[in-house]
């Protein structure tokens, strides 16, 4: 896949008082608005001129980059495993 290893998560303990320092930015902005943002973003990296949308019968909105349609995270997914093949 990569020629580079892959960045890990790690599991972090909480501070001492039990709580993490979190940011409060980009909280406000609607859940569509944070994905296609990102898909956008990945897709753009890519070279992709165009990422064409259709909402399905039950009303699931759904991305196609290419030639596959998918849901916002598993776009994300595709995009972002396109990025590691082609920079990493």
């Not at 990569?2 to 409060?24: E, H, Q």
């Not at 064409?52 to 759904?62: E, H, K, L, S």
């Not at 995009?79 to 590691?84: A, G, H, P």
């Amino acid at each position: 896949m990569s020629s580079r290893p892959l960045t890990k998560i790690v599991d972090s303990s909480p501070l001492d008082s039990g709580y993490i320092s979190s940011t409060l930015r980009n909280r406000d902005l609607p859940a569509r608005q944070k994905i296609e943002e990102t898909i956008i973003n990945l897709a753009s990296v890519l070279g992709f001129k165009i990422v064409r949308r259709a909402t399905v019968r039950d009303g699931t909105t759904m991305y196609c980059v290419g030639s596959t349609f998918h849901r916002g995270s598993n776009a994300i997914l595709e995009l972002s495993r396109l990025i590691v093949t082609k920079f990493g």
